[in-house]
């Protein structure tokens, strides 16, 4: 096998269902050298069982966690095992469509200054039918705004390097460690959309860790997350009473606001 360009990283967990179909369309893309990492995190249903029929395939490699840990650690466990050169996330409930690793790897390769790139991508059930029409997260307006997540982190092409200078996942956050990532991914390189392609299919089910977390842990994660994000750019300590600014409260008050 030629070195892998690109290394795929799917965390599984429960997904039994879905995840033949996912392993599947990594393993039909063309165009380039790529090895797909597979961690199972202690899934109670046959997530493994599905996941070692692919295990003779070289360019698939596969790891059963014994603890049920938070798909941030298990990304964090693939992350270490990786050789290729740039980081793909296909979540084991979605699809990766045609070309996805080709055209995203192919961005990269000729855009040195970019560092995360992605796709349209469309909206499918459970049974794969399709939801909504393509689509495309926004992307920041400026190299380090992403405070609305306007970033897909499914279907998401990353440099390996770059996690070397802001780290991995933060484990620590049981929802919206994705969105930490890309907010610290963006305060030291640019991330371009692929705007006429849609390359990935992401699968909206009553199952997903989306709809499933609790409206007050989400809530109060993405409160954590942007005030890392504002102490880091700007050094001022958020609280949700007020703000409390090194440079004075008229200062603080702005960017309250």
């Known amino acids: 096998m030629r070195p892998p360009v690109v290394t795929v990283l799917m965390a599984a967990y429960r997904v039994e269902r879905t995840i033949d179909q996912a392993i599947q369309s990594v393993l039909a893309q063309r165009g380039l050298a790529f090895e797909l990492l597979i961690g199972d995190d202690a899934s109670p249903d046959g997530t493994w069982e599905r996941i070692c ?3 003779s395939d070289p360019r698939v490699r596969g790891w059963r966690f014994r603890t049920h840990q938070g798909c941030a650690s298990v990304r964090n466990r693939l992350i270490a095992r990786a050789k290729g050169r740039f ?18 790897a192919a961005i990269l390769d000729r855009n040195p200054q970019v560092g995360v790139t992605y796709s349209r991508l469309k ?9 909504r029409k393509c689509f495309q997260f926004p992307g920041p307006s400026q190299r380090w705004d992403l405070l609305r997540n306007a970033v897909s982190h499914p279907g998401t092409m990353i440099r390996r ?3 070397r200078s802001v780290g991995t996942y933060r484990a620590a956050y049981q929802v919206m460690s994705d969105y930490d990532l890309f907010l610290r991914l963006a305060e030291v390189a640019h991330i371009r959309p692929v705007s006429n392609r849609t390359l990935y299919a992401y699968r909206w089910h009553r199952r997903s860790l989306t709809r499933t977390a609790s409206k007050e842990l989400v809530d109060r994660t993405r409160r954590q997350v942007v005030a890392a994000a504002i102490a880091r750019r700007y050094g001022y300590q958020v609280s949700w009473a ?15 606001q």
């Open 123 to 131: 909206v499918i059930d459970e049974r794969g039918r399709e939801l």
């Open 242 to 256: 007020g703000v409390r600014g090194k440079a004075g409260g008229t200062a603080a008050h702005a960017v309250a």
């Open 87 to 104: 980081l793909s996330i296909c979540d084991a409930d979605d699809l990766m469509l045609p070309g996805n690793l080709a055209r995203l």
């Open 53 to 55: 029929r692919y295990l």
């Open 161 to 163: 390097s770059l996690l």
